[in-house]
């Protein structure tokens, strides 16, 4: 039948639509298909892995723990939650974390927004190097600046204070937000501006009413960075804190006591510090996609 | 973009935020300064020793030696990273309520604090409570890292890989879906293969974020403290020190003002030494960027 000369145009066309239907799946076979989402699922139960460990271990009583390994928690108990949500020490290391990395977010979104205006619109005296110069301060290890933010905070008297800890994460997230949010407005079309101070805006009637809806998407990125670096940070957190605004971090370090380490509740602790990263990544799952390459490319 | 308006009150602008980050930044910077030339004893005793302690650190072989394991691991997570990064994001599915959940999966690590990163891992890997751990040991492996070096280093770079990988597959990702779908029906036309659409479309649109990648993944992997000070504590014996802690511990456990802050200068100047190259490496490539004739 296939050597044969088609007879009729129907008969052409249908031979012709079924050696079409075959190269299709020579070009994309089924099985490239299932590899790919094979690997996929390869890496993410390696992402998943040790959290579902940590999430197991959150579940199970001290003694389950230690007593053998167990794939899932046998007596399912809550009972490191409870903890957790009932002593003020603990509880509270929740509420000066989230308390500083706000103000933190706050402070930067504010300042770094008129910052990138003016880098992405005008030249002026020093512009290079004061943009190389923001950018260092992003390279800076915070293990260099340990000693001397404790004294300069101790001096001015903000030491264990929350204010303390959003302004020495300043150091990094303020040039961070100038760098992602520079890349943004400059995907925006300079006529924009132009047109809108033609029609008689203000420039800061115009920046919020015009341009900061313009680039929402790209505050959104910034807000997740800097809520992932601040909430992530420990060193600085710890050092300018002792009590009064003691970051979760630091709180989680009690759990060496003298009978060795408290294994549930860290892993209760845990499992409670990934909470607000699905919070944040929830609500900009959207803008991700595009936003995370930072308008640069 | 070479149609900046120039305008230097555009400084009034800048203000707010430099006075806030002087603040943060050029104060402890200058502190760092005068006790690197200084000899301190106490609050008022002190002699000025010129260069003296650069000297001494850069001859001292314990912190020759974390510089080059701090090399060594940046350059190894970097050659892990990157390459797994751009796979993860060729493989993340583009539409449909999938691509959501995968995303949000893959960020998962980024989010979690750095010394909790350390504390799961500590979980994951001990023999006799971590899935990882015991698995190796019912194969028998005897692995342990708090006595192997080698056990310690592979298991701080595999957590490394779980942590930051998802940065580079995000950035990627995001590069990805940048590429219009006219490319991609254009490179089936010419009957392309994988491969050559992978180098000739894919890769010169991921060179921007892929940068920006590597200068992010080579400061933080270069500052790398909480996770393995949890995990391993820096043992067995020095041999998962890294530079930071080398400092933490000489500046705030020994109050060795002098030495840590002429060891704080020397490592600020090395990332700044990288970083001024790799910000060089950008800003011609926006230059020819912008310039497509050239």
Redesign the interface.
């Known amino acids: 039948m296939t050597d044969s000369m088609p007879a009729t145009p129907e008969e052409v066309r249908r031979r012709a639509a079924a050696t079409d239907r075959q190269r299709r799946r020579q070009a994309r076979p089924v099985s490239r298909q299932w590899r790919?989402r094979g690997?996929?699922a390869l890496?993410?139960v390696?992402?998943?892995?040790?959290?579902y460990?940590?999430l197991n271990?959150s579940f199970q009583s001290n003694t389950e723990?230690?007593g053998g390994?167990t794939?899932w928690p046998e007596n399912f108990t809550v009972e490191h939650y409870t903890k957790i949500f009932t002593e003020a020490s603990w509880y509270m290391g929740y509420v000066n974390s989230l308390g500083y990395v706000l103000m933190n977010m706050l402070?930067s979104i504010?300042?770094?927004l008129?910052?990138a205006?003016?880098?992405?619109?005008?030249?002026?005296?020093g512009?290079k190097h004061?943009f190389?110069w923001?950018?260092?301060?992003?390279?800076?290890?915070?293990?260099?600046?340990?000693?001397?933010?404790f004294?300069?905070y101790y001096t001015v008297g903000l030491f264990d204070t929350h204010f303390a800890v959003a302004?020495?994460h300043?150091?990094f997230n303020?040039?961070l937000a100038?760098w992602i949010l520079e890349g943004f407005m400059?995907g925006v079309p300079?006529e924009i501006d132009e047109t809108a101070f033609i029609d008689g805006y203000s420039f800061p009637r115009f920046f919020i009413k015009i341009f900061i809806p313009m680039i929402s998407s790209g505050i959104g990125v910034t807000l997740f960075f800097l809520?992932?670096f601040s909430?992530?940070?420990?060193?600085l957190a710890s050092?300018l804190t002792a009590t009064e605004a003691q970051p979760?971090?630091s709180v989680?370090t009690q759990t060496k006591g003298a009978s060795g380490i408290d294994?549930g509740a860290?892993?209760a602790?845990?499992v409670l510090?990934?909470l607000?990263?699905?919070v944040?990544?929830?609500f900009v799952?959207h803008h991700?996609?595009?936003?995370?390459?930072?308008g640069?490319? | 973009?070479n149609?900046?308006?120039?305008?230097?009150?555009?400084?009034w602008?800048?203000l707010?935020?430099?006075l806030?980050?002087s603040?943060?930044?050029i104060?402890?910077?200058m502190?760092?300064v005068n006790y690197s030339v200084q000899d301190v004893f106490d609050a008022n005793t002190r002699f000025f020793t010129g260069t003296e302690w650069f000297e001494v650190m850069l001859n001292d072989p314990a912190l020759q030696v974390a510089l080059l394991r701090q090399f060594a691991f940046s350059l190894t997570v970097l050659a892990i990273e990157v390459p797994l990064g751009i796979?993860?994001a060729l493989?993340?599915?583009k539409r449909g309520w999938q691509?959501?959940a995968?995303?949000?999966?893959?960020?998962?690590?980024?989010?979690?604090?750095?010394?909790?990163v350390g504390?799961?891992?500590q979980?994951?890997t001990r023999g006799?409570?971590?899935?990882?751990g015991?698995s190796l040991r019912e194969l028998g492996y005897s692995y342990n890292i708090t006595s192997s070096p080698v056990d310690a280093w592979a298991t701080i770079v595999i957590m490394d890989v779980?942590h930051w990988t998802?940065l580079i597959a995000?950035?990627c990702?995001?590069?990805l879906?940048?590429i219009p779908e006219a490319y991609y029906q254009a490179a089936r036309i010419d009957r392309a293969s994988t491969w050559s659409i992978f180098r000739y479309i894919q890769l010169p649109?991921l060179t921007?974020?892929l940068v920006?990648g590597v200068l992010l993944r080579f400061?933080h992997s270069?500052?790398i403290?909480?996770e393995p000070f949890v995990l391993t504590g820096g043992g067995p014996g020095n041999s998962t020190t890294f530079?930071?802690?080398s400092?933490?511990t000489m500046?705030?456990g020994q109050q060795d003002?002098g030495p840590?802050a002429a060891f704080?200068?020397i490592?600020?100047l090395i990332?700044?030494l990288v970083?001024?190259v790799f910000?060089t490496a950008i800003m011609n490539m926006q230059k020819d960027n912008n310039n497509p004739e050239a």
């Not at chain 1, 290890?141 to 001397?148: I, Y």
């Not at chain 1, 991700?288 to 930072?294: E, N, R």
């Not at chain 2, 006799?128 to 990882?132: A, T």
């Open positions: 790919r690997l996929m890496y993410i390696f992402v998943l892995l040790p959290i460990w940590l271990m723990i230690l390994l794939l402070i504010v300042v770094a008129p910052a205006y003016a880098f992405s619109r005008y030249q002026f005296i512009d004061l190389f923001l950018l260092t301060n992003l390279m800076a290890p915070p293990a260099v600046f340990l000693l001397p933010y004294q300069l302004l020495a300043c150091l303020i040039p100038v400059s300079k809520f992932m909430w992530v940070e420990l060193l050092t979760i971090a989680m294994w860290l892993a602790a845990g510090t990934i607000p990263g699905i944040v990544v929830y799952r991700i996609a595009k936003g995370f390459a930072l640069r490319t | 973009m149609n900046k308006v120039r305008d230097n009150r555009a400084w602008l800048i707010p935020m430099l806030l980050v603040f943060s930044a104060i402890p910077l502190t760092v796979g993860i493989l993340m599915p691509a959501s995968v995303l949000i999966l893959v960020t998962l690590p980024l989010l979690i604090p750095w010394n909790v504390s799961i891992w979980i994951f006799d409570i971590g899935l990882m015991w779980w998802p995000l950035l990702y995001s590069g879906r940048s649109k921007n974020v920006i400061m270069f500052m403290y909480a530079l930071s802690q400092l933490t500046a705030i003002l840590s704080s200068l490592y600020f990332i700044l970083c001024w910000y």
